[in-house]
């Protein structure tokens, strides 16, 4: 029926015998025509563009020491300003290393050890603690130590997955001192988009825990 009604619309059917062969062929031919439309519909595959992420050039690393009076001292990228903690003004050792042009932030939290409330292992949990509650969201966690120049001994959490932070490390003296580094991003992106942003940031905290000196208090 739904044939017959294009086909009348475009060819009015006539009385006579001419007229009437020549719809007859015109309706075969679109038939056939829709057919084989139909054929190579089926048999093609469609293969969707995958999705573009933005381009993010990144400059070589550079690196300065830290200017700001603080109870430690290290050497930080010249891309990123170091800023105070401004949800922790009281803490005044706690600060931001801001990578605004690459919309990434590291925030560091010192603690001096010693004291009933600051024991190295009460701070050692209550940092692994702060890591395990990304453990839903990520797919895996790999965890490593190392020992600093200093003789200091550093522990690195990487998270994959949509987690708030991919990178994760403290550094401790074990008897005086202790500094944790978290890396967060201020955007939606998802994070296999960022993962060149990533590893440049995982290099400067490379750097950062291997330049990395406690003063004496």
Known sequence: MFFDSSINI???????NQFDNFGIMRKRNLICLLGALVLIS???DYLPKPKGYNRIDLPAHAFTAVEEVLPYQFEVSKYATVEPDSFNLSEKSWINLNYREMGAKVHLTYLPLGGKDKDLKIVLKDA???TAKHQIKAYGIEESIMLTPKGYTGVIAELSGEVPTQFQFFVTDSTSNFLRGALYFNTAMKNDSLAPVIEYIKVDMAHLMNTLEFKKR
């Open 128 to 130: 692994i603690n702060l």
């Open 42 to 44: 089926c048999e093609s």
């Open 10 to 16: 475009l060819f009015p059917i006539r009385k006579s």
